[in-house]
């Protein structure tokens, strides 16, 4: 056993949110160990940019556009990859919409609606569209981008955290019923990581209250979008080959305090 059981070579990984803060690093992680990468996307423009980046380092990219809340984008989406790539062995659901904190008495339906839509349902579209041609392949991995508030709550947070806390079950499930063909699901739950979403969250805060934020880490710190996509590449690949229904918490020791 060496380090190469951490490369994707051969494999064609597609990624939603592909064009995010975190979607980004991980569509640049995987294609510098040897992987195809579909960066989809809601906005294509940004998907081809991440392509042409990932290409112009001497990576295998492209662009794809989706929009993960609609059936039919998604298997428009997976019929792109299968034709220009082949069919994915590696499917990452990273994508997700920013939410507004709020309790229940505060997020009408609506907003509800959007976020489940996009961060539940997406997924459950997303992986259904993917499955077929990954277990055509002989199988693959599937990783749901999913958070430590789906572990440990806050006040506020009562869509979001419903969603990710959602996505730990899907993966469950969807691992007991698709082992026997090869597919391994997991889960993977990041603590506050420094994107386009913690400032929209926390951008106002001041430099006091931001220290007093990274306090509740262990560590000290949010994450950086690298730190997290390389735990996305440990399930993805061949080095959690027994790993299967299961959570990886990467929350900087925010859950142990």
Known sequence: MDERIFRLDG??????GGAGGLGSAICQLFANVGAQVACIDIDLSAAEEQAETIRKN??????VQ???ASEASTVTAAATIADRLGHATVLVNCAAVLDRSGTILDIDLAEWDKVLR???TGAYLMSRAILPGMIEAGGGSIVHIASMHA???KAGRVSYATAKGALLMLAKTMAADHAAQGVRVNTLSPGAIR?????????SMTQEMRREHAARYLLNRSAMPDEIASATLFLASQASSYMTAADLLVDGGYSAI
Not at 11 to 16: E, N
Not at 195 to 203: N, P
């Open 58 to 63: 001497g990576g295998k990219a492209i662009g």
């Open 11 to 16: 494999r064609v990984a597609a990624v939603t």
């Open 151 to 153: 572990h440990v709550t």
């Open 118 to 120: 996009t961060d539940v």
């Open 66 to 68: 989706c929009d993960v």
């Open 195 to 203: 994107t386009r979403r913690t400032e929209f969250r926390y951008g």
